[in-house]
């Protein structure tokens, strides 16, 4: 008896393992938390209310969230000062309740605007002084409600062309390119501890939109404007190369002590799924989380939606699906258990 109590006493003294914390993590959640960031995922809100398996897996695994569409103007002022928050809202209550931090997606933006917003700018009723008016409520007004519950948000959505000239929206033809300085301004003044970020897609890769951000960066930078970060939607798709650049891209912005998130990652592939495909996806998704890790101020890492049954992809991509890392029933695909592996270098 007493040989046994000091074996199971010096069993016990033995010190946890070293490599126990290196173990293969059982979810996205704990391999986010070994990493030392957060992994993220955007949110269907329809979904979240009504399907209890979606809901299960989104805040079993994700210490992060997007509202994919909820917070976007057309869907918190679709008439003109009828703002409906209640989908914003269930999002952020849902994130307190499951731990998981929150990106405010998106403040301006050129897509998924209001019509009585575009249409008044078209047809001259709003001319460019009460825009810029209408702007700066907007901006004030949704960052305000949300104050302190929003880890960044995404102030401005792809305001660059491919061809490294500035994107010719409502914003930049009738206020000029100082709005944007502006709606950091204005963002920071409603929540000064919100992360604040300039977002796009194709930025992984793309030469002329690189440096054009950069230098916008800059320019916001040395007159004081308060910009925090950069993100990286990353809509990737197999039938192109895997962006073997990206850690370098990201290096550069972080160089100018900005911090960095992969904002809207998803994978997508011309159908029909083979597993050749699915062994191709998981690479890419891999490489990603792999690069992001490689940068010691890359914070967040966020998938466009986790599930094939809830995914833009097939909705904007003809004869493409299958981005996302669970497949329609909710199973992990490939790329679910290559992202586990990943360990930072
Ligand atoms: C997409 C949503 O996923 C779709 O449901 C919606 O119909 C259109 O917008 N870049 C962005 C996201 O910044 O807001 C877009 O989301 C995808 C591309």
């Not at 499951?98 to 249409?119: D, F, I, S």
């Amino acid at each position: 008896m007493k040989s046994l109590i000091i074996a199971l006493a010096l069993v016990a003294a033995v010190p946890f393992p070293a490599h126990a914390e290196h173990r293969t993590p059982r979810d996205l959640r704990e391999l986010a938390y070994q990493n030392g960031i957060r992994i993220g995922s955007a949110v269907d809100i329809a979904a979240l209310r009504s399907e209890d398996d979606y809901r299960k897996v989104l805040n079993r695994e994700f210490s992060h969230v997007t509202a994919e569409n909820a917070m976007k103007w057309e869907s918190v002022e679709p008439e003109r000062g009828v703002f409906t928050w209640g989908d914003a809202d269930a999002l952020v209550d849902n994130a307190r309740r499951n731990n998981q931090k929150v990106r405010g997606h998106t403040l301006v933006w050129h897509n998924q605007l209001p019509a009585w917003l575009t249409t008044g700018v078209e047809n001259g009723t709003i001319d460019a002084a009460e825009l810029r008016d209408i702007l700066r409520d907007h901006v004030t007004t949704q960052v305000r409600r949300y104050k302190g519950k929003i880890r960044a948000w995404d102030v401005v959505n792809e305001v660059v062309n491919d061809d490294g000239t500035m994107r010719q929206s409502i914003w930049l033809t009738h206020l000029g390119p100082g709005y944007i300085a502006d709606v950091f301004r204005w963002a920071h003044r409603a929540d000064p501890h919100a992360k604040l970020y300039i977002n796009d897609y194709n930025l992984e890769w793309n030469a002329p939109k690189i440096e054009t951000t950069l230098s916008i960066v800059k320019d916001l930078q040395a007159q004081g404007v308060p910009i925090h970060g950069v993100g990286f939607q990353g809509h990737l798709g197999i039938q192109y190369d895997y962006p073997g650049d990206w850690a370098n891209v990201m290096k550069r912005f972080a160089d100018l002590g900005l911090e960095i998130a992969v904002t809207e990652l998803d994978v997508r592939m011309v159908l029909p799924v083979t597993p050749e495909k699915l062994a191709t996806q998981a690479d890419y998704y891999r490489r990603a989380l792999t690069d992001c890790l490689s940068v010691k101020v890359c914070r967040e890492f966020t998938v466009w939606g986790f599930t094939d049954r809830h995914s833009w992809v097939p909705g904007w991509f003809d004869g493409e699906g299958a981005a996302c890392l669970l497949d329609e029933n909710l199973a992990p695909k490939p790329a679910y258990h290559a992202l586990l592996t990943v360990k930072k270098a």
